[in-house]
C-alpha cells in the first residue's frame, strides 16, 4: 500500500470523504463535518468525519462525529446537511437514509457545545409524496424575513429536477411548502438532471443565489450558480433567476457548502475521487480551499480566503525559465507576467492569464483567474508548468497541514 501523501487540502488520515457538511464557527473555531466511510476508501456506510481550525488552514482531526444508528432513520447512511443555528444548543440536520434505496427523511441531531458529541436521530421531515416528488436529499436551512425555512434537492416523478421549500418554524415539525425552483427557474446554463443535489441558498450583494449540483441517473456533473430573486408565492416562495453560471469549471469539484456563520458567505466543495482499491491507496477524496464568494457583473466569482491563504504560503522557491512538472509540488504559483501556459497529458491546455493563482497540490490543483470563476482537478497524471519569461510567476511553498 502507498503511504498517505502529504497534503494541505483537508482530508480525513483514511478512508473516503465527499461532501462537506455542518460547516459553522463557534467561539472563534472553524468546524466542517464531511461525509466520511472511515473503514475504506469507497462510498459505503456513510458517517460524518469532523475537523476543526482557527485559521481555515491547520486542520485538526476529530473522532467520527456520529455513524448510522442500527435500525434508525439513518441505518444506510448519515448523508449531506449543515449547521441549524438560532437555538439553545448546536444541532444539525441531514438526510438519513435507511436502506439502499436512497429514499430519506431529514435528520435532526442535537449535540454538545463543543460540537463533538451528538444525540440520536429525530425526524422532522418526510418526502411530499402526494406533490409529485419521486426522490429528495441535503436539506439546507436559511432564513427570509424572519421566516425559518429550508430547501431540499429534489427529483421529480416526471424526471425533472427540482429544489423544495420547507417551513420550519417548528424545528422537529418540517412542512412542505411547495416547489422553490425548478428547471423553467434556472434553465439557461444548466445542464441535465434528473436531481438536483445539495442546494445552497443565500444573498449575496442585494441578490439571492441558488446553487444545485447537478445529477443525471447517477453521474454527476457539473455545479451551476444561479443569480436572481425571491418572491412571494402564496404561502411560500419562488426563486426567479436572471442568470445562470457554472460556479466552477474544472472536472472534480462537486456538492460546495455555503455558510455565513462570520457574516461572509464561504464555501468549501468536495474535490471528487473515485473509489479507490485500498491495497494501493487507502484515502479518496479532500475538500477545496475555503472559499470567500462576491458578485461581478451578475457573477459568482471566488478567491481563497485570505486569513487561510496567508497561513499556508511560505517561501519562496525558485522555478527556471522552461517547463517544470508539477508532480508532488506544494505551491502556490502567482502568474505576474506573461507567456505561462498549463498543460496536461489527458486535459489540454488551460489558459493562465496575468493575475491568476494556481494551487498545486501533487494531484490537486486549483486555479484562480483574477475577477473570474475557479477551476478544480484532480489526476493523477501532473501537469506541466511552462514559463517562457523570467520573473513571470512568484511561487511560494504551501505548508503542509493535514497528514
Known amino acids: 500500500?502507498?503511504?498517505?501523501?502529504?497534503?494541505?487540502?483537508?482530508?480525513?488520515?483514511?478512508?473516503?470523504?465527499?461532501?462537506?457538511?455542518?460547516?459553522t464557527r463557534v467561539d472563534g473555531v472553524w468546524h466542517v463535518f464531511f461525509q466520511h466511510n472511515p473503514a475504506a476508501p469507497a462510498h459505503a456506510a456513510i458517517a460524518w468525519g469532523h475537523a476543526s481550525s482557527d485559521d481555515l488552514a491547520h486542520w485538526r482531526l476529530h473522532p467520527v462525529a456520529f455513524s448510522p444508528t442500527p435500525g434508525g432513520p439513518d441505518a444506510f447512511g448519515c448523508w449531506s446537511g449543515v449547521?441549524?443555528?438560532g437555538h439553545d444548543r448546536p444541532a444539525v440536520v441531514y438526510s438519513g437514509v435507511a436502506e439502499a434505496s436512497g429514499q430519506s427523511t431529514v435528520c435532526l441531531r442535537w449535540g454538545s457545545p463543543d460540537l463533538s458529541q451528538w444525540g440520536p436521530p429525530v425526524v422532522v421531515g418526510e418526502t411530499p409524496w402526494d406533490d409529485g416528488v419521486a426522490i429528495m436529499r441535503d436539506p439546507f436551512v436559511f432564513e427570509h424575513e424572519g421566516r425559518r425555512l429550508a430547501v431540499l434537492g429534489a427529483g421529480m416523478r416526471d424526471g425533472s429536477p427540482a429544489v423544495l421549500l420547507f417551513d420550519r418554524t417548528d424545528e422537529l415539525v418540517w412542512r412542505h411548502l411547495g416547489v422553490l425552483a425548478g428547471e423553467d427557474a434556472i434553465r439557461h446554463g444548466a445542464g441535465a438532471a434528473d436531481v438536483w443535489e445539495c442546494p445552497q441558498l443565500f444573498p449575496l450583494a442585494g441578490r439571492w443565489v441558488l446553487v444545485v449540483s447537478l445529477h443525471d441517473r447517477g453521474v454527476l456533473g457539473e455545479v451551476v450558480a444561479a443569480v436572481g430573486d425571491l418572491v412571494p408565492d402564496g404561502e411560500g416562495l419562488r426563486f426567479v433567476a436572471e442568470s445562470t453560471h457554472l460556479l466552477d469549471d474544472g472536472a472534480d469539484f462537486y456538492a460546495p457548502q455555503v455558510t455565513l456563520a462570520d457574516g461572509e458567505p464561504l464555501l468549501m466543495g468536495w474535490i471528487r475521487q473515485e473509489g479507490q482499491d485500498p491495497a494501493v491507496r487507502d484515502h479518496a477524496g479532500c475538500l477545496t480551499l475555503p472559499r470567500r464568494l462576491g458578485l461581478v457583473d451578475g457573477v459568482v466569482v471566488s478567491h481563497v480566503d485570505p486569513v487561510a491563504a496567508a497561513a499556508l504560503t511560505g517561501d519562496i522557491e525558485p522555478v527556471a525559465t522552461g517547463e517544470t512538472l508539477l508532480a508532488d509540488r506544494r505551491?502556490?504559483?502567482?502568474?505576474?507576467?506573461?507567456?505561462?501556459?498549463?498543460?496536461?497529458?489527458?486535459?489540454?491546455?488551460?489558459?493562465?492569464?496575468?493575475?491568476?493563482?494556481?494551487?498545486?497540490d501533487g494531484a490537486v490543483l486549483e486555479l484562480y483567474r483574477p475577477g473570474g470563476v475557479p477551476a478544480t482537478w484532480r489526476h493523477d497524471e501532473p501537469w506541466t508548468l511552462t514559463v517562457e519569461d523570467e520573473g513571470a510567476v512568484e511561487v511560494r511553498k504551501v505548508v503542509p497541514t493535514v497528514p
Not at 1 to 23: C, E, F, I, K, V
Request: net charge positive; proline share 9%.
Open 331 to 360: 505551491w502556490l504559483v502567482k502568474v505576474v507576467g506573461d507567456g505561462v501556459r498549463l498543460t496536461h497529458p489527458e486535459l489540454g491546455e488551460v489558459a493562465v492569464a496575468r493575475g491568476a493563482q494556481l494551487w498545486v
Open 1 to 23: 500500500m502507498t503511504a498517505p501523501t502529504t497534503s494541505y487540502h483537508l482530508r480525513p488520515a483514511r478512508g473516503w470523504l465527499n461532501d462537506p457538511n455542518g460547516m
Open 83 to 85: 449547521h441549524v443555528p
